[in-house]
């Protein structure tokens, strides 16, 4: 009696995930159909698959936007790693006056909605003309980054053992040795994480690359948005399209999942 | 009997005297440390801020860029007193507030279901939390063309099946859409931390519990609740700080059209759309009051969760 209740419970967690998967599953699946099939009512579950819409969308030159996308994330991540390990680095092992001040602080930036600062942004960004410019954009997801990569990164620090710390003071490491050879290892997950979701967001960030962007520097969610034009048939390559899209971050996240929700739970909790 | 006054050594008094000065070094590195981070910080997002405190003061509409005037409150009067600004609001709070309440409970449903030893328990996980991974924008598009469109879409497909007929998600039901697109997303997010919530509970104080003959849902009530509590706090914070800034699948599914014009979208559409930049950054300012009033609300537990973490 009670295995048949799990049994049951474990078929119906497996539909309820399945649920939830699916539109991801589906996308991917018709991006291998034919526009004619992708279109077709009822649905084809059975169809010809093929990489003929992958093709197509690359000579639509989504190729530079990925590049552009890449650069922006990257980029951004590498300078908020820059900027937050040695900040979360002081608030958790140096002594420094008024931390809680601090951090409070910091957390409190990521609560300015983008809708606070966007109009100044955007006509600084024109009178110098650093519109459409990939490193201006790369600058503001930094600057939207690196309040949680400090909150989270200062919950790794917070678990690096003070007495590990302490001897490599009494061995008369400096500040610099202290910091990269004896608590960087110990956090090398730590920093994954943080790098991970930091990337993950400003891969997937619209609002400021639609409005801030047009051609040069414009980044893929933006591109995607002007992708459909409603005319005819697109599912198929609208497929392909978004699930180029959203490969990078979901393999990504796939692999480094248990750092991903440690980062997740540690930020959110600690 | 003699009595001896301590007297420090001069050893001792240099000895003290250098610990004083190494802590002062000590401090002085620590915030060079922290310098650059904050500087960064304040002048990406705190400078332009009160750069739209001005703004929003000022007479200024794009169309006729030399006739920028000081407007001391006016832009604020025609926001409160505009027929925008109410309904506005209340597609904020009806949207962001179903979304959050709905992907909460599924997400604690899910973090239960996925806390049980099962076959493939891994693998479901991590289908779960892909919803969370996947590039908003994409799923929007995805959403309305493929599964919600009114001719080819899936979802239409299926109430065919059952019998219904076709609903044009997008213009009929816009306000459903946008929470149920909102919901799929973030439900992933709210199961994480409610599952690292349920991991970080203490299995022998549940067998115990089972042993006295407390039933799996007494046990539930009156033991997990009371656990997970302080992360859905934290959930439910984030959550809604997230979701009162969404802004991709209302620019791409409805254009804020039948009640799904939040604040942030209204925003969009006055500065960039009707070239308002006062009234926009007027707006912009009362966005991020209503903010700060979620924020402050959902802080308190938040601040009570930094002083006991902030101490080590």
């Known amino acids: 009696m009670r295995k048949i209740r799990s049994t049951l419970i474990t078929a119906a967690t497996w539909v309820l995930v399945a649920i939830f998967f699916f539109p991801i599953a589906w996308m991917v699946f018709t991006s291998l159909k034919t526009e004619g099939d992708a279109a077709s009512i009822p649905p084809k579950f059975i169809a010809a698959l093929s990489?003929?819409?992958?093709?197509?969308?690359?000579?639509?030159?989504?190729?530079?936007?990925?590049?552009?996308?890449?650069?922006?994330?990257?980029?951004?991540?590498?300078?908020?790693?820059?900027?937050?390990?040695?900040?979360?680095?002081?608030?958790?092992?140096?002594?420094?006056?008024?931390?809680?001040?601090?951090?409070?602080?910091?957390?409190?930036?990521?609560?300015?909605?983008?809708?606070?600062?966007?109009?100044?942004v955007f006509f600084i960004l024109k009178t110098i003309g650093a519109l459409d410019n990939i490193t201006a954009l790369g600058?503001?997801?930094?600057?939207?980054?690196?309040?949680?990569?400090?909150w989270m990164m200062r919950s790794f620090f917070n678990e690096v053992p003070l007495e590990i710390v302490e001897a490599a003071q009494i061995d008369g490491a400096n500040l610099r040795t202290e910091l990269v050879r004896v608590v960087l290892p110990i956090l090398l997950p730590g920093i994954a994480a943080v790098a991970l979701i930091c990337f993950i967001f400003s891969?997937?960030?619209?609002?400021?690359?639609?409005?801030?962007?047009?051609?040069?520097?414009?980044?893929?969610?933006?591109?995607?948005?002007?992708?459909v034009d409603g005319r005819g048939q697109f599912l198929a390559v609208l497929s392909a399209a978004s699930t180029l899209a959203v490969l990078p971050v979901i393999i990504a996240g796939w692999v480094a999942q248990k750092q991903l929700v440690r980062g997740l739970a540690m930020g959110a909790v600690k | 009997m003699t009595t001896t006054i301590e007297v420090p050594t001069a050893t001792q008094v240099h000895r003290a005297t250098q610990a004083g000065i190494a802590h002062k070094k000590k401090a002085r590195a620590s915030r060079a440390l922290v310098l650059p981070a904050l500087v960064f910080s304040v002048i990406l997002t705190q400078v332009p801020f009160l750069v739209t405190i001005y703004f929003s003061l000022l007479n200024w509409n794009q169309l006729r860029p030399s006739e920028i005037k000081f407007a001391w409150f006016k832009n604020y009067a025609v926001v409160f007193t505009g027929p925008d600004f109410l309904p506005s609001l209340f597609a904020t709070v009806v949207i962001t507030?179903?979304?959050?309440?709905?992907?909460?409970?599924?997400?604690?449903?899910?973090?239960?279901?996925?806390?049980?030893?099962?076959?493939?328990?891994?693998?479901?996980?991590?289908?779960?939390?892909?919803?969370?991974?996947?590039?908003?924008?994409?799923?929007?598009?995805?959403?309305?063309?493929?599964?919600?469109?009114?001719?080819?879409?899936?979802?239409?497909?299926?109430?065919?099946?059952?019998?219904?007929?076709?609903?044009?998600?997008?213009?009929?039901?816009?306000?459903?859409?946008?929470i149920m697109m909102l919901t799929w997303q973030y439900t992933p997010f709210m199961m994480l931390i409610l599952l690292a919530g349920l991991q970080s509970q203490s299995r022998e104080v549940l067998e115990a519990?089972?042993?006295?003959?407390?039933?799996?849902?007494?046990?539930?009530?009156?033991?997990?609740?009371?656990?997970?509590?302080?992360?859905?706090?934290?959930?439910?914070?984030?959550?809604?700080?997230?979701?009162?800034?969404?802004?991709?699948?209302i620019a791409i599914m409805t254009k804020g059209t039948g009640g799904t014009k939040t604040l942030s979208y209204l925003l969009y559409e006055r500065a960039f759309i009707g070239l308002d930049v006062g009234q926009a950054a007027a707006f912009g300012v009362v966005t991020v009051a209503v903010t700060i009033g979620v924020a402050t609300?959902?802080?308190?537990?938040?601040?009570?969760?930094?002083?006991?973490?902030?101490?080590?």
């Open chain 1, 51 to 120: 990489f003929d819409q992958y093709a197509i969308v690359f000579n639509r030159g989504m190729g530079s936007y990925l590049l552009n996308s890449l650069t922006a994330s990257v980029g951004s991540t590498l300078l908020v790693l820059l900027l937050a390990i040695p900040a979360a680095y002081a608030l958790s092992i140096r002594p420094i006056k008024r931390v809680q001040d601090v951090l409070f602080f910091f957390i409190s930036t990521r609560f300015l909605p983008a809708a606070a600062s966007i109009l100044p």
């Open chain 1, 139 to 150: 600058l503001l997801y930094a600057a939207m980054n690196l309040p949680i990569a400090v």
């Open chain 1, 203 to 227: 891969w997937n960030e619209y609002f400021l690359a639609t409005l801030l962007t047009t051609f040069q520097a414009r980044t893929t969610p933006p591109f995607l948005a002007s992708f």
């Open chain 2, 97 to 178: 507030g179903s979304s959050v309440i709905l992907s909460l409970l599924l997400g604690l449903f899910f973090a239960v279901l996925l806390d049980r030893k099962f076959v493939g328990r891994g693998l479901a996980r991590t289908l779960m939390i892909t919803p969370f991974l996947v590039m908003p924008a994409a799923a929007a598009l995805i959403w309305k063309w493929s599964l919600l469109d009114v001719n080819v879409g899936m979802v239409n497909w299926a109430l065919h099946l059952v019998g219904l007929s076709a609903i044009a998600w997008n213009t009929d039901l816009p306000v459903v859409t946008i």
């Open chain 2, 209 to 249: 519990a089972s042993v006295d003959g407390a039933g799996p849902w007494r046990t539930f009530q009156w033991m997990t609740l009371p656990h997970l509590r302080q992360y859905i706090e934290i959930a439910t914070l984030l959550g809604s700080i997230m979701l009162l800034q969404a802004f991709d699948p």
């Open chain 2, 297 to 312: 609300i959902a802080l308190r537990t938040l601040f009570k969760v930094f002083i006991n973490g902030g101490e080590r």
